[in-house]
């Protein structure tokens, strides 16, 4: 198992690399937030955790839950089965965003 600082290190390496036309939806949504902690490093963290847990469209809907955060309780409370299997990927993404892009 790779440790987690080296697959951050290996984001922010990409990120720094990598134009920004490249970035996929939730990195850019993460780097348009105007939030605080959103650092690009951080963003393309986000963006790997992304890819390996969503597909390209599981990513395009859960970008709008940064300037609309209301979206995610809509579909987190829904009773839609197609909803609920979304929210268990976005929740898994969640998980680990967390735990390879925490600070600290």
């Not at 720094?16 to 690009?40: D, F, K, T």
Request: hydrophobic content about 45%; overall charge positive; aromatic content about 6%.
């Amino acid at each position: 198992m790779i440790p987690s600082r080296i697959l951050a290190a290996a984001a922010v390496a990409v990120a720094i690399h990598a134009p920004a036309a490249v970035a996929g939806p939730i990195e850019s949504a993460c780097n348009a937030s105007g939030r605080q902690a959103a650092s690009r490093a951080l963003c393309a963290c986000i963006q790997v955790a992304a890819d390996a847990t969503l597909t390209r469209s599981d990513q395009r809907r859960a970008s709008r839950f940064f300037s609309d955060p209301h979206q995610a309780q809509e579909v987190r409370m829904s009773k839609s089965d197609s909803d609920s299997a979304f929210w268990d990927r976005y929740r898994a993404f969640g998980a680990l965003a967390e735990s390879r892009c925490a600070r600290g």
